[in-house]
Structures are given as structure tokens and as C-alpha cells.
T-cell receptor
Framework: QQQVKQSPQSLIVQKGGIPIINCAYE??????FPWYQQFPGKGPALLIA?????SEKKEGRFTISFNKSAKQFSLHIMDSQPGDSATYFC???????????FGTGTSLTVIP | DTGVSQDPRHKITKRGQNVTFRCDPI?????LYWYRQTLGQGPEFLTY????????KSRLLSDRFSAERPKGSFSTLEIQRTEQGDSAMYLC??????????????FGPGTRLTVL
């Protein structure tokens, strides 16, 4: 059973656009939600993370929106650039837990 | 480079052979994780260590898989009698676990295994 569901599977935007990637979870014990960026041939790299006590977090051009009641969270990339083209994974874990549950990934392409 | 390193980066083997991968975590990190990632999927948890103790294993980790972290530093993941279904990227991550905080896991570049 997929603990974290991610959509869309792929996304194409023009440079400067704002791609939005969505994730949903069922386990209400999750309380830590990171986003990872992965380039081909590389391991995932942490982008930004949020805890459910806040509804939004911004770091540079990356913003996480969190809706605790709906059990959903999303990643927004402002002023997207071709260098942002990568696969993005959402994940969830418990603060007291030991493993991350990853979504299936979104392949983002930013067209110059 | 002081990040997580993995060796080898690529491994091609024939079905039935044994393979071993190595992971060197960030030096001060006390936790080390192994994940498996297949094409088009997110990483799936296999096992993790707190120092030298293996504290949790996923049901994905069959009896053919064994992991060690003998001195609480580097770790090895061995797959015996490899099968074609073992073909995947094997990722290692490490973190510094402090009581009451959330670990940030830092991933290595992975070892790509192809079983022919």
C-alpha cells in the first residue's frame, strides 16, 4: 500500500512558470514532510521540509503548502528555471520514526 | 567531499552471483539507512542502523540480503544469489539522530545494480 500518493507523474512548464506538485497521505501519525530533488544518476537531495504545525514554509523559490485537515501537501516552485528540471519526491515520516515513505515522484521539465 | 559516498557506482552481475556494496556516511552521523529505488518509483526503505546496531528491517529485505555496520562507521549491503528482480538503484543515506528531533537524511549517489 502506497503510504504517500504523489501527482502528477510528469509536468512540463515554461521558464518562469510555477509548477505545483501534490501529495496526499493517510497516516495521521506522520508529522514530518520533506521534499527531495533528484537529478539523473544522483541520489535525492533535500529541498525543503515542513511540520504540520504550520500551513506554509518558504525557502528561496520553493514553497510547501500544508493542509492538515485534508492530509495533503504541495510543492510550488516560483519562477521556475531550466536547471530545476529534475524528479521531485515528497516523503513523510514520524518524528519518532525511522524511515521515510516516499511518493512515486514527479518528473519536471522546464522549457527555456 | 564530505557527503555520503557509495561504491561501486555501477555493478553488472549474472544471475546467481553474490554482490556487495559499500556506503560511507557523513562522519559524525550515527544513523545509516539503505533504500532501494526502481525506475519510476521513489526510494523504498530496506533497513537502518543506529551506530553498529541494525534496528529495523523491511519486509522487502529477503533472506538473501544482509547488511552490516561493524564499527558504526561504513556499512555493507550484500545480496546473495542475485535475481533479475534485484536490479535497482541501491541508495544509502545517513543522519544525525538527536533525541526529540527529526533526522534529515542525506543520500549518497547510489549503486546501480543490473542483474543479467
Amino acid at each position: 500500500q502506497q503510504q504517500v500518493k504523489q501527482s502528477p507523474q510528469s509536468l512540463i512548464v515554461q521558464k518562469g512558470g510555477i509548477p505545483i506538485i501534490n501529495c496526499a497521505y493517510e497516516n495521521t501519525a506522520f508529522d514530518y514532510f520533506p521534499w527531495y530533488q533528484q537529478f539523473p544518476g544522483k541520489g535525492p537531495a533535500l529541498l525543503i521540509a515542513i511540520r504540520p504545525d504550520v500551513s506554509e514554509k518558504k525557502e528561496g523559490r520553493f514553497t510547501i503548502s500544508f493542509n492538515k485537515s485534508a492530509k495533503q501537501f504541495s510543492l510550488h516552485i516560483m519562477d521556475s528555471q531550466p536547471g530545476d528540471s529534475a524528479t521531485y519526491f515528497c516523503a513523510a515520516s514520524r518524528v519518532t520514526g525511522n524511515q521515510f515513505y516516499f511518493g512515486t515522484g514527479t518528473s519536471l521539465t522546464v522549457i527555456p | 567531499d564530505t557527503g555520503v559516498s557509495q561504491d561501486p557506482r555501477h555493478k553488472i552481475t549474472k544471475r546467481g552471483q553474490n554482490v556487495t556494496f559499500r556506503c560511507d556516511p557523513i562522519s559524525e552521523h550515527n544513523r545509516l539507512y539503505w533504500y532501494r529505488q526502481t525506475l519510476g518509483q521513489g526510494p523504498e526503505f530496506l533497513t537502518y542502523f543506529q551506530n553498529e546496531a541494525q534496528l529495523e528491517k523491511s519486509r522487502l529485505l529477503s533472506d538473501r540480503f544482509s547488511a552490516e555496520r561493524p564499527k558504526g562507521s561504513f556499512s555493507t549491503l550484500e545480496i546473495q544469489r542475485t535475481e533479475q528482480g534485484d536490479s535497482a538503484m541501491y541508495l544509502c543515506a545517513s543522519s544525525l539522530n538527536l533525541a526529540g528531533t527529526t533526522d534529515t537524511q542525506y543520500f549518497g549517489p547510489g549503486t546501480r545494480l543490473t542483474v543479467l
